[in-house]
Every structure is written in C-alpha cells, then in structure tokens.
C-alpha cells in the first residue's frame, strides 16, 4: 500500500519552494525573456524592466550586459523552458504531486550546472572581459540560483518525496 501524500500545511519547509519559484517564474520572465526577445541591454531604454535589466548588468554583469551567442541560447532557455516549468514546480508543491520528482531532479541538475559551472565560472575566473565587476551586487541576485536547485535535489532525494516533511 503506498503511502499518503502529507497536506502543504504540513510540509511547511515546502512554501519555501512556492515561494521562490514563483519568483523564479517573475524573474525568468523580466531577466532572461525580454533581453532575449528584444535584444541588446541599453541605457534609456524605452521599456521600464529593459532600463531595469541595463541598470543591474551595468557595472556589474558584463556577460549579461553583452552576451556572446551562446549566452543568448542560455537566456533563452531560462526564458522559454525553465519560466514554464517554475509554474509546473510551484503547481507540483502545491497539489503535492509526487511525479515531479524526476523532472525536478533533472532541473536541479541542469539549472545548478549552467548557472554553477558556465556562468559563475566565466563570470569570476574567466576571460577579463566577462568577468564579474561588482561580486555584492551579483552575488545576492544570482547564488540562489545555484542553492535552491541543490536544495530541491536534496528534498527530492527519495521516491514519493510528498509523503514526508523534507
């Protein structure tokens, strides 16, 4: 007999999830979409969250400020793969859904590798031109990308991960 799911108010950990997934979702959206579809990130932009993405990278994040193309491919899939797939988490915590578990171990995999090795990896150690400029300003912005992917392999670590607290 398989076990029963607990209810969300009993998986309290688990609105931290909601939470920041939900975020994700907003910020996979301003972020990573709208330079990917409207292009370069440039001073005075007319749109309010495109100035906003300039002001951030600016000084800060000069891979996101001008991304070589493959930056682009990674925006993009922020953008069109990972944005859809925050509200499909974030249904999956809430209902308890226990065949999330595969998907989001895949996630977490793919999400703190991409952001964990390719990005913080040019963004600190590679090439001068790609390096990070300001470490406190990026840093706060863009580790919980890292941290809350390891975070989700770990509470998914065991099959039916809903019939459990964490």
């Known amino acids: 007999m398989q076990a029963q799911n607990l209810p969300l ?15 994700f979702f907003i910020t996979s959206m301003i972020s990573d979409m709208l330079p990917t579809v409207y292009g370069d990130l440039v001073p005075g932009h007319p749109n309010p969250l495109m100035k906003a ?8 994040d000069p891979l996101f400020l001008h991304p070589p193309v493959w930056m682009r491919f990674v925006t993009g899939l922020s953008a069109f793969v990972y944005g859809p797939f925050y509200l499909i988490l974030v249904f999956s915590f809430i209902k308890g859904k226990n065949w999330i578990q595969l998907p ?10 991409i952001t964990g090795v390719i ?16 470490p406190a ?22 099959e039916l ?3 459990r607290k964490f």
């Open 9 to 23: 108010s009993q998986r309290k950990f688990d609105y931290f999830f909601i939470v920041i997934f939900s975020l």
């Open 53 to 60: 993405n300039y002001d951030y990278a600016n000084g800060c």
């Open 104 to 113: 989001a171990v895949m996630y977490g995999t793919m999400i703190s590798t």
């Open 119 to 134: 990005v913080f990896g040019v963004e600190f150690f590679g090439e001068a031109q790609w390096r990070c400029q300001d």
């Open 137 to 158: 300003k990026f840093l706060p912005l863009n580790l919980p990308y890292v941290l809350v992917p390891i975070l989700l392999i770990i509470r998914m670590r065991k």
């Open 161 to 163: 991960p809903f019939t």
